[in-house]
């Protein structure tokens, strides 16, 4: 039975048609793809050299990216972040100093109001260079947390099975439909499997990379399993138990949030431009349209097209990140 239930698992491989572990990981759709590979090497070959200096600026950098998912070298990163902001820079005095000469501003005007919006452009790129890896990693621990009752069930059920520890990770990073470990289960396979790593130090190694608490406690858990030879799926099944808790209680935080959000998006964005599109009209009709020196036909399109939108927006957002995935 167990046999038969391992097969279903990992099928029979075909050696003439099937491809290796290994490029079974490597092609896992839950692996990240490195789409900033072309870039950075660009980048890297071109300033990589000239870098060393800016290095301790961008000290913070390293770990971030270590937690992002983005498989980047730190020094190769700095190297795109100072290419890439030095090319905005650069784009942005010329572009807006030419079109500021083209109507009619005088040349040194243009040329001062160029150089500061560029200088302000300048920094606003180092900054969203330095934000994107932090970005990147809080998201991923999100989906980390999220997934992770349904990553420690997964687990279980192939413990359970007598599946060793190295081919449940294997099996967690070639899922059809990967789940967010999946990416650290196919570098902790790759570890042991290609670069010759006991399992013990490619977890230990994983834990370090990972940005999610939960997921780098349930993985030490696993070390401390393995050491003292205990059962590994008593211990996975305990933690499924622990996080589907865990899971029903930020669901239900999420619940007393989410009607939270509703009353202030109905107070803020229903009611309350009702409310003051009847005071300009009581205003204009008492002979005092105008709010602040701004007309009421101006404060209604201002309201309509800019205020009622960008609120929208703003509350989309909010409501994107709070909410869990599954």
């Not at 150089?115 to 970005?135: D, E, K, M, N, W």
Request: hydrophobic share 45%; aromatic share 8%; charged share 20%.
């Amino acid at each position: 039975m167990t046999k038969k239930l391992i097969e279903r698992i990992f099928g029979t491989r075909n050696p003439k048609t099937s491809k290796s572990p290994i490029q079974n990981v490597e092609s896992s759709p839950g692996k990240p793809k490195g789409e900033l590979d072309s870039l950075v090497a660009f980048a890297y070959n071109l300033v990589g050299d000239k870098t060393a200096r800016f290095l301790p600026i961008f000290k913070d950098m390293d770990q971030n990216l270590l937690t992002s998912g983005l498989r980047t070298n730190f020094k190769a990163y700095v190297s795109l972040t100072l290419l890439g902001s030095l090319l905005i820079t650069l784009s942005t005095g010329i572009v807006t100093s030419l079109l500021l000469v083209m109507f009619k501003v005088p040349f040194m005007s243009a040329l001062l109001f160029g150089v500061g919006l560029a200088l302000f452009t300048s920094a606003l790129s180092v900054i969203a260079f330095y934000l994107y890896p932090i970005y990147c990693s809080d998201k991923h621990k999100r989906e980390l947390d999220d997934e992770l009752p349904f990553t420690t069930g997964y687990m279980s059920i192939l413990a359970s099975a007598g599946v060793s520890p190295e081919k449940i990770f294997r099996s967690l990073a070639t899922l059809s439909a990967p789940l967010a470990a999946s990416s650290e289960a196919g570098d902790i396979f790759k570890n042991v499997t290609l670069f010759g790593m006991d399992i013990i130090s490619a977890l230990e190694k994983a834990s370090t990379r990972t940005p999610s608490q939960k997921l780098r406690d349930m993985l030490e858990g696993i070390i401390s399993t393995i050491h003292t030879g205990g059962s590994l799926s008593k211990f996975l099944r305990e933690r499924f138990k622990t996080h589907m808790k865990l899971k029903r209680v930020s669901l239900k935080k999420f619940s007393d949030s989410l009607s939270m959000l509703s009353e202030i998006y109905v107070a803020l964005l229903l009611t309350g431009p009702l409310l003051f599109i009847i005071m300009l009209s009581v205003m204009t009709v008492l002979g005092g349209g105008a709010l602040m020196g701004l007309s009421s036909e101006l404060l209604l399109n201002i309201l309509t097209y800019v205020v009622i939108p960008v609120g929208a927006m703003v509350f989309l957002i909010i409501l994107d990140t709070a909410s869990p995935k599954w």
